[in-house]
C-alpha cells in the first residue's frame, strides 16, 4: 500500500540520554545505573523507532552521531535560540512556571533516590551532606527535582516545536503530575513495542526465579532493541555500527507506523479513523494472546482425524461437523493476517526468547561490573 503521509514521525528525548550513549561509547567504568542505561536505551529506541530524533545543534558535530547518520537524516538538529527552554546546563536551568506547586513538594521527597541514579558513585546519606555543604556555603538551591522539571518542559517544547513524540526516561516518570504534557499525540508503534517490552519483562521476572542466572534478575527490564545492540556486539568498536545497521534491519517498524498513519489518513471521517484504531488493536490483542509466535501451518491445526469424522458426519447428514473446519481455516486466516501486519513484532520476539548474559556484554562491552538498582521506584 502507498503510504500517503510524507511527514516523518519525530521523537523528543532528554539530552541526558544522548550524553548517556556518548559516555557509554567513549568510557569503560565499574559501575553504572539502571536511569543511566535507561537513558542510553531511549536513544536506541528512538533512533530506530521514529523517522527522526531532535536534538541541540551542539551535537551536530559529535563523531559518534556523524557515523549514525545517514542518507535518511535521522537527526533533526536545532538552534539553542529558537527555543524559549535551556537546553544546555551551562546556559542555566529553565523552568515552566505553570507546575503544581504541592506535588512538586512530592517530587522534592525524590531527590536522593533520583541523584543516586544519575551519578551512580553516591548513596542516599551522601546525597543530604552534598546538600548540606552547599547550604552552609549559601550554594544556589537548585535540586534533582528541579531539573527533572526541566528536563520535562523542555520535552514539552520540542514536542509542540516538532510535532514530536516525547520518549521519557525512568526519572522523568511521576513529573507530569506536577507539569502536564501539553502533547499526547501517541505513536502506534512505539505504544505496542513498550506492551513487548512489558510482556518480556513479566515473562523473564517469572523464569528468572527458577532458570536465569541470577546476575542477569536486575537487568530483566533491559528494553529490547538495546538488549539486541548488546548481543550483536562483540566489543565497545563494533557500537555503532551495530546500531546503524539495526536502524535498517528493524525498519519495518517505521514502515508500520507509516502505513497506520496512512489508513488513518485515507478514512473518511472520525467513525471510519475509530473502526481503523480499533481494528489494529484487535489484530495486537490476538498477537499477545499467541506469545508472538508465528501461527502453525493449517496442516498442523486440523488433524487427519478430525477431517475425516467431518467427512464422515457430514456425509451421514450432519454438515455442521464441517463447521469446526471452517472455524479452523477461519482463525488461521484472521491469524495469519495479523503475523503479516506486525511481523516485525514476532522478529523481535524470536531474537529476545534466547537472550541471556545480559550483564556479561555490559561488562565486556564497557567494563561494566555493577548496575545500580534504584531502591524505590523512580516514580
Not at 542518507?71 to 524559549?84: G, L, V
Request: aromatic share 10%.
Amino acid at each position: 500500500m502507498p503510504h500517503k503521509i510524507t511527514k516523518p514521525s519525530r521523537a523528543a528525548i532528554s539530552f541526558w540520554a544522548v550524553d548517556s550513549l556518548l559516555y557509554l561509547l567513549n568510557c569503560r567504568d565499574q559501575g553504572t545505573t539502571e536511569e543511566l542505561l535507561a537513558r542510553a536505551a531511549s536513544f536506541v529506541d528512538a533512533y530506530i523507532m521514529f523517522d527522526q530524533m531532535v536534538l541541540p545543534e551542539r551535537y551536530k558535530t559529535k563523531p559518534e552521531l556523524l557515523a549514525l547518520a545517514g542518507s535518511d537524516e535521522p537527526f533533526e538538529f536545532f538552534d539553542p535560540a529558537t527555543i524559549i527552554h535551556s537546553s544546555d546546563l551551562r546556559s542555566g536551568v529553565t523552568i515552566d512556571l505553570n507546575f503544581d506547586v504541592v506535588a512538586f513538594e512530592d517530587l522534592l521527597k525524590e531527590d536522593a533516590a533520583w541523584y543516586v541514579q544519575h551519578t551512580g558513585r553516591l548513596n542516599e546519606d551522601d546525597f543530604w551532606v552534598l546538600m548540606a555543604e552547599a547550604k552552609k556555603r549559601s550554594a544556589s538551591d537548585i535540586r534533582p527535582a528541579h531539573l527533572r522539571l526541566w528536563q520535562w518542559g523542555l520535552m514539552n517544547e520540542l514536542c509542540d516545536k516538532f510535532d514530536a513524540v516525547a520518549l521519557p526516561i525512568p526519572s522523568l516518570n511521576g513529573v507530569e503530575k506536577v507539569l502536564p504534557a501539553r502533547d499526547k499525540t501517541a505513536h502506534f508503534v512505539y505504544e505496542k513495542y513498550s506492551g513487548l517490552d512489558e510482556y518480556f519483562r513479566d515473562t523473564r521476572t517469572i523464569v528468572s526465579r527458577y532458570s536465569l542466572p541470577p546476575k542477569d534478575h536486575a537487568l530483566t527490564a533491559c528494553p529490547p532493541l538495546f538488549a539486541i545492540l548488546l548481543e550483536r556486539s562483540r566489543n565497545q568498536d563494533e557500537v555503532v555500527d551495530n546500531l546503524r545497521r539495526m536502524r535498517n534491519d528493524f525498519r519495518e517498524l517505521r514502515d508500520t507506523q507509516k502505513t497506520f498513519m496512512a489508513l488513518l489518513a485515507a478514512a473518511s471521517g472520525v467513525r471510519e479513523q475509530a473502526e481503523v484504531i480499533k481494528e489494529w488493536n484487535s489484530s495486537w490483542d490476538i498477537l499477545l494472546r499467541s506469545d508472538f509466535r508465528k501461527p502453525s501451518l493449517l496442516r498442523r491445526a486440523v488433524t487427519t482425524s478430525e477431517i475425516a469424522k467431518s467427512i464422515a458426519e457430514a456425509g451421514a447428514g450432519k454438515p455442521p461437523a464441517l463447521s469446526m473446519l471452517v472455524e479452523k481455516y477461519l482463525n488461521y486466516h484472521a491469524e495469519m493476517k495479523v503475523h503479516k501486519r506486525f511481523r516485525i513484532f514476532s522478529d523481535l520476539a524470536a531474537q529476545l526468547d534466547s537472550l541471556v548474559g545480559t550483564r556479561d556484554k555490559l561488562e565486556l562491552l564497557f567494563g561494566i561490573q555493577k548496575v545500580v538498582v534504584a531502591p524505590r521506584p523512580l516514580s
